[in-house]
């Protein structure tokens, strides 16, 4: 009898453990279930709640009392997420300690493990509260909080899209420089660039991420811009060698025409009085200075171009300055050359010059007349005043021996007044 009943009582206390042990896990696995969906539900509030209150902040900032009572409810959300987040630290860290508690080896029907298991089983309940706070925080401000989100995973896309553009930029520097070419700003660029970048990153890291998005933008900007002008470099490059053969074959040309001032020189300052070509007159020491300039100027483009790394940009603004150059040894010559041939043509033949006036005057007068009368009256005076200058000029064009050099003045005075004139009145 006695063996029968210490197996019964043995039993009986193997059937109080395994109920003890079966509470204890029931109670440990609820707990940690509403802990899961808790965290679940927390995990991205930190972050959308931090980008509300930043685009909160921004908007009453720039955009006056208007924007600030548009801010209002991110305001709201601010204390409610306080108050929210305080105290389901508080529930966690209950949970946390009720854990900790809850010895999982002891798994007989003691007072502490009935103590436990009840801590577990309040904590859990706590923490299925709170998430039901949490969800009606987010129903409260779905809107918002899905903005911000949608701002955040923006920034989050920016970002990386800004390192992959300032990568793609290094490439293409790197594959500039493996050509021998370079162009020093693109450096300066790119670094820059990057310092954007991670600038962007930073602000992403902070939770701000209006200012992230903006500096990643920045950043892939600048990149591609970097990105594009380097792999343009080669072309630029062969452009400014063509460029060079050119400029050395026109110099050549340059110098013959330099040649031909002195006799044009001499032919004005023969025919004519000084009065009549006095604003070509230092024209051939003009064209020395500016052909003088020429021949610096190429040097320095052959040195560049000698040099074992091209600098696209320093050869291409010296190519600029020999062209800029030869055109001004051009134009000094074509200014010398055409006032003779011009003083020339109007000694040889003032009436077409004077027709030439004419045929101005007609087409002006046409023109007013094509325009309404309340148009042509503002017009109508200007007019007048130049078609008075008319006959005086032609007066002085047919004189015994007429001052060539005051009529063509008079005559280039009068057709450059009436373009104006119909410049103006188009224009009006």
């Known amino acids: 009898m006695a063996g029968l009943g210490g197996g019964a009582a043995s039993r009986w206390w193997r059937r109080d453990g395994d109920a003890a042990r079966r509470e204890a896990a029931a109670a440990r696995e609820a707990a940690a279930a509403a802990m899961l969906e808790l965290d679940a539900a927390l995990s991205d509030l930190p972050d959308a709640v931090a980008v509300a209150e930043e685009a909160a902040e921004e908007a009453g900032a720039t955009s006056g009392r208007r924007a600030q009572h548009r801010a209002s409810a991110p305001d709201s959300l601010t204390r409610d ?35 436990a298991v009840a801590e577990l089983t309040r904590a859990a309940a706590a923490l299925r509260e709170v998430l039901a706070q949490v969800l009606r ?22 970002v990386p899209a800004a390192r992959s553009a300032v990568a793609a930029a290094r490439t293409a520097l790197d594959e500039a420089a493996a050509a021998g070419l370079r162009d020093p700003a693109l450096d300066v660029l790119l670094a820059e660039a990057a310092g954007t970048a991670d600038a962007a ?15 990643a933008e920045r950043a892939r900007r600048t990149a591609g811009a970097v990105a594009e002008r380097a792999r343009a470099l080669p072309g630029r490059a062969a452009d400014v060698r063509r460029g060079a053969a050119s400029v050395h074959t026109r110099r050549e040309a340059l110098g013959t025409r330099h040649e031909r001032l002195a006799p044009v020189m001499s032919e004005l300052r023969r025919r004519y009085p000084l009065s009549a070509w006095a604003d070509v007159e230092r024209a051939p020491q003009r064209a020395a200075a500016a052909l003088a300039e020429v021949d610096e100027a190429l040097t320095g483009l052959d040195g560049v171009l000698a040099a074992p790394v091209l600098d696209v940009p320093a050869a291409g603004e010296l190519l600029a300055r020999v062209r800029a150059a030869a055109g001004r040894v051009d134009d000094e010559v074509r200014a010398a050359t055409g006032r003779l041939e011009r003083l020339d043509a109007v000694a040889a033949d003032p009436g077409a010059l004077l027709g030439e006036v004419q045929h101005a005057l007609v087409d002006a007068r046409r023109f007013l ?26 007066e002085a064009a047919r004189a015994e021996r007429p001052d060539v050099g005051a009529v063509l003045r008079e005559a280039t005075a009068i057709e450059g007044g009436l373009a104006g004139l119909v410049r103006t009145a188009r224009a009006d």
């Not at 929210?84 to 493990?113: F, R």
């Not at 129903?139 to 949608?150: D, F, H, I, P, R």
């Not at 007349?369 to 032609?394: I, K, N, Q, S």
Request: hydrophobic fraction near 45%.
């Open 369 to 394: 007349a094509g325009l309404p009368e309340d148009r042509a009256r503002r017009f109508r005076r200007t007019f007048e005043e130049l078609a008075r200058r008319l006959p005086p000029l032609e």
């Open 201 to 215: 990153e930073a602000e992403l890291a902070h939770r701000r991420a209006g200012p992230a998005a903006a500096a």
């Open 137 to 158: 925080f987010r129903e409260q401000y779905g809107e918002v909080l899905a903005a911000a989100s949608g701002a955040r995973a923006a920034a989050a896309r920016a």
């Open 81 to 115: 997420w306080r108050d929210l987040s305080a105290h389901a630290d508080a529930v966690i860290g209950h949970y946390l300690q009720a854990l900790s508690n809850h010895d999982a080896e002891d798994v007989t029907d003691s007072a502490p493990t009935r103590a």
